[in-house]
Every structure is written in C-alpha cells, then in structure tokens.
C-alpha cells in the first residue's frame, strides 16, 4: 500500500512540475542538466534535447561576470546557507534576455548526499518592463517641470534679446564684422529656443487626435525629397523597397518621427566616415516595410553608419542621451521619435551589430486592415 501511495504522489509531483508555469530544472551533482519542465523550454527557446546533458552555462548572459557565479555556488555549498535565491539575467536561445528571479537548492537522497541541485526561476521581463515605464514616465515628468519652468524664465527673455540683436543688425548693414557676428548670436539664440520647444514637446501629454488612414509611401516619399540634395552631396544613397502601404496614424508627427531617423542615420554615417575614412566605399539609408504575420506594417530604416556599441541599445530612446560632442547633439532627438511613435499607437525598437556595423531601426504601426495590440511598446 505504502509503494503504490509512493507512487501516486511521484506522479502528482511530476504532474505538477509538468504544468507549472514558471522555468524549472534539475541538474545532477556536476551541473548536468537532467530535466528542464515546459515552462523552461518555453522561456529559453532551448529544446529538451538540446539542453539535456549540458549545463546552465548556455543561459549566461554578459549581465553577470564570472565571480558573480562563484560567489552563488560559495552560498550554496556554505552549510550555513545551502541555498541561493536573487536576481540575475539570462540569455535565451534567440538572444533575447530574460530577467529571473532564480532559487536554486540541492537536493538530496534519503536526506544525507546531494544528488543535483533545482532552479526555480520566476520571469521578471514583465515586471521590469513596468519598471522602466514608469522610471520613464517619472523622467518625462521631471522634464516637463523643467521644461515649463525654462520656457517662461529663458524664453521670454531670450525674445527679447533676439529683437534687440535685429534691431542692432539691421543698424550695422556693411559691418561684415558685426554681421557675422551678429548673426551666429542669432543662431544661438534659436538654437536654445529649439531646445526649449523639444523639451516640451517630449515631456508634454500628447494630444488626442484620431488616426487615420495614410499612405506610409507618401510619406516616406516627402521625408527623402526633403534630405535627398543633402545625401547626395554626403554620397549617401537612399534606397526605398516596398513602401507602398497604408497605416494609421498622424501625418505631421509620422514624417516628423521619419526625418528624425533619416537624420540620426546620415549623422551616423557621417561619423562612420571620419572612424574609416577609406575611399570609394558606399553608403547608404534603406527604407523598407511589409506587413507583418499579425498584420502590422513594418518599417525597418537600415544604415551603413557607424554602429551602436550594445551597451548603449538600451539607453538611446531616453531624454538626453547621446554619443555625440559636446555642442553637437541635445540627446533628445530619439526620445522625440519614441514619443512620436508613442503618439500614434505604434512600436520602435532597434538593432546594431556593434560599432561600425551600421545600425537597423524597427517600427510596427496600427493599419487599417488589422490593429495591433501595443501592450509594452
């Protein structure tokens, strides 16, 4: 009798490891994975036959160094502890991370020697993406108080310096001195006034305005007519596939969120020049779209720039972050265009091969055919 309840609780046991929806597996006494549970597979992307007979080791991600893991095994073989339970993040099958919090102890037979150790990791890619909405929404609104507060205490006066410098301009006609220099104040002026107007425009709430049926091709088409004579004259060749679709969304802010790629991607390709200035090397902007298996359109805006290092993948969209000089760039232009894309219900991610590589910006817009959920965009 004692066998057969034996039994049933090992088949209760395995029924619920089975259904269970959070990522375990079990490993023998030297890290040998010997069982991963469905959840696991699905998470990592990894078959049962690819991972049985290896070790964790396939999920190491860069996020975590080598004395990292040693100081884990130290807590689990300490009898002290003989366990270990925080945070870590993983890499699956397709490169993607998974952020986890993992549990992992030994087990043991008839309570004495240890047979393997089970991890029991709790995906936190949901909780973390939350996280760093809100982190962006706390950002954005410490930027608008700045940014309201620094259009009425600077915008105002810088008004009226810009008049006062006009006035002056116009009374020094011939002083080719006093004209050029006149003339850069100007342009500084405007260029903080610029700042003042972006920083509103990030941080502000966006308006409620209806989508609507456009034509991607068209405006796709205006952006190019507007940056062809200055990629011609930088010999960067703009390459359009296939752009002939119809999304929903805002005409203005769509071509604004376009030129403002268009735009990081020939200063990317300008630097790309002065890293590796070797001759007769072609450069270029590809615009493609296709609509996707959920019925989404797809925009990919691809250049042969000089690259994302990974570090920084994650940092571009947000507020005043840039790789560029000191005085060459406010750091705001690609959290304009994740505002836009907010804006109009779409999706933006990017990707880059490492410096030099070039880099790939990846959009997913609503269409009239099929709307598309924009859960986490």
């Known amino acids: 009798m004692e066998t057969v309840v034996s039994g049933l609780v090992s088949q209760v046991f395995l029924r619920c490891v089975e259904d269970c929806l959070e990522p375990i597996m079990l490993t023998d006494r030297h890290g040998r994975l010997t069982y991963v549970n469905p959840a696991w597979v699905m998470t990592y992307g990894y078959t049962k036959e690819e991972a049985l007979g290896k070790t964790p080791r396939l999920l190491r991600s860069t996020h975590q160094d080598e004395e990292f893991y040693k100081n884990i095994w130290a807590t689990i073989l300490n009898p002290e502890h003989g366990f270990w339970k925080g945070e870590l993040t993983n890499r699956a099958k397709d490169g993607h991370l998974v952020p986890v919090l993992l549990t992992i102890t030994p087990y043991r037979e008839n309570g004495e020697e240890v047979q393997g150790y089970m991890g029991i990791a709790v995906d936190l ?173 797809g925009l990919t805006v691809r250049d042969s720039g000089c690259g994302i290092p990974s570090e920084n993948i994650g940092k571009l969209f947000k507020p005043f972050f840039t790789t560029k000089e000191v005085g060459k760039g406010t750091g705001l232009g690609l959290a304009m265009v994740a505002k836009l894309v907010d804006e109009i219900d779409g999706k933006v991610s990017v990707q880059s091969h490492g410096v030099g590589q070039g880099a790939q910006f990846n959009f997913e817009f609503k269409t009239p055919e099929k709307p598309i959920s924009c859960e986490n965009r």
Do not use: W, Y
């Not at 909405?133 to 008004?159: M, T």
């Not at 700042?195 to 796709?220: E, N, Y």
């Not at 190019?224 to 004579?229: G, Q």
């Not at 929903?248 to 300008?270: F, M, P, R, T």
């Open 125 to 297: 890619s949901a909780q973390k993406t939350m996280e760093q909405q809100i982190l962006h929404q706390d950002r954005l609104a410490s930027i608008g108080l700045l940014a309201g507060g620094l259009a009425h205490e600077i915008g105002n006066p810088l008004g009226v310096i810009r008049g006062r410098a006009e006035l002056v301009l116009n009374q020094v006609s011939g002083n080719d001195f006093a004209e050029k220099n006149l003339s850069i104040i100007l342009g500084q002026i405007d260029r903080m006034s610029g700042l003042i107007q972006s920083l509103l425009r990030v941080s502000r709430v966006p308006d409620q305005v209806p989508l609507r049926s456009l034509s991607l091709g068209r405006a796709v088409n205006d952006v190019v007519e507007l940056t062809a004579e200055e990629c011609r004259r930088k010999e960067i060749a703009l390459r359009l596939h296939n752009v002939e679709h119809n999304i929903l969304g805002e005409e203005g802010k769509l071509q604004q969120l376009l030129l403002n790629i268009v735009i990081n991607s020939v200063h990317a390709i300008e630097e790309q020049k002065k890293n590796d200035p070797r001759p007769n090397q072609v450069h270029f902007i590809e615009i493609n779209s296709k609509i996707l298996e959920n019925g989404a359109c």
